[in-house]
Structures are given as C-alpha cells and as structure tokens.
C-alpha cells in the first residue's frame, strides 16, 4: 500500500511539473487553522475534538486543465502534559526543568482535486489517500539551555486512511484567496495515548495508557491562500 502512495505521488508531481509550461494554469497554496472531530468508533472511544492546523498544495494537470494533483497535510493536539521535574546536568545551575508531555495527530494525502470554475469564486473537490500517525513525545527542557535536555517517543502508530474534501475559494484581490473547506476521512485502526491518563511522577517518570480503535474524523477548517 505505501508504495501504491509513492507512486500516485509521483504521478501527481510529474503532473504537476508539466504544467508549469502553461501560463494559463495556476497553483494554489493554503493554510487554514480548524477543528477536528472524532467520529465513529473514534468517538465512542475517545470523543474529543482537536484543534487542527492544514495547508494543501495543487498544481493544475497539463492534460486535463480542470484537475489538480497534489498533497494535503494535517496537524492535530489530541492533548498533554506539563510539570516541573528535578533535573541533572553540568550545563545550567537550576535543578528543575520542565517536562512536557504531548499527543499528536499527523496526516499526510496526496491528492486529486476537481476545481472546473476560474472566477471569483471557486469550488472544487477533493478526493486523498494517504495515513496517518498518532505520536506522543515528552521532553525536558530548562532555562539557560536552547536545546532540549531530554526528548523521547514515547508512542507512535500509523494508520492508512481515504478520505474527501469539499471547499470554496473567494479571491481576495490577484493573487490572495480565502477559503473554507470540510475534510471527512475514513482511516483504519490505531492504538495512540490516551491524553486524559498522562500522570509525571516526581522523578519525571511518564505513565499513560493507550487506547485502540479506527479513527475517522471529520475536519472544519478556514484559512487563506495564494495563487502562483
């Protein structure tokens, strides 16, 4: 399956390189910031929305003017942990840091994009397919020391996903664009922490539990773009 990925991302930037022969056409780039909401056996499980941040790049297809190719990615905080912890090291005087805790979402798409109108304002559809990863990492820091003391994993999975979007774009003068879109993804199982079971004992020792389960969301997200 990953290398089925690779290779419809391959295609899709081998599209996108031919296009840029042609001034017609135009890429987008967004961002957008929004809410994540668990549905399905996620929510029954979990039941939380996230906070979320997107961007999403397309490139026109040479061939078909009306498609793009291109990639979607996703950041969610499912939640965590923060807390004063003893430290233990030559480079700073003080003997407590800071500890934090956090669960986070990753989703990485490649994507086909239907967008048939070039007006002011601009509809298009969305059709990916990718994974996602569900990583919890702690790590100490302390002041007066730029780089982490301390970074650790401490749990990662991954989870195969398909999904669609719908949006519309509203050009905000030649280049800028605003935008609202809606995500729904269908992603397989994954075992990932459970935010609320996150305890830091006093020698900063990290305890949790984890829970299993698909993990379907739905995605609400508003932001802004340019076109190139």
């Not at 929004?34 to 490139?59: I, K, N, Y």
């Amino acid at each position: 399956m990953l290398s089925l990925i690779i290779l419809l991302a391959g295609t899709l930037v081998a599209e996108a390189a031919l296009a840029q022969n042609n001034n017609d056409n135009q890429g987008t780039l967004g961002v957008g910031i929004g809410v994540s909401a668990p549905t399905g056996d996620f929510d029954r499980t979990w039941g939380r929305d996230m906070f979320m941040l997107g961007a999403q790049l397309a490139f026109p297809m040479r061939r078909v003017p009306i498609l793009q190719g291109g990639f979607s990615f996703g950041y969610s905080v499912m939640g965590g942990k923060s807390t004063d912890v003893p430290v233990n090291t030559n480079f700073v005087a003080d003997t407590t840091g800071e500890l934090n805790t956090r669960c986070k979402v990753f989703s990485y798409h490649p994507m086909l994009r239907l967008s048939p109108l070039t007006g002011r304002v601009r509809p298009y559809v969305d059709g990916m397919v990718g994974f996602r990863q569900f990583s919890t990492t702690t790590k100490v820091t302390a002041q007066g020391v730029e780089e982490n003391i301390s970074k650790e994993r401490n749990e990662t999975d991954l989870a195969f996903s398909t999904g669609w979007a719908a949006g519309v774009q509203v050009t905000l003068g030649r280049l800028a664009y605003a935008e609202v879109r809606v995500e729904r993804f269908d992603s397989g199982e994954a075992t990932y922490v459970d935010p609320e079971s996150v305890t830091v004992s006093d020698q900063g020792v990290v305890n949790f539990s984890t829970l299993t389960s698909n993990t379907d969301v739905v995605n609400v997200l508003f932001g802004i773009g340019l076109r190139f």
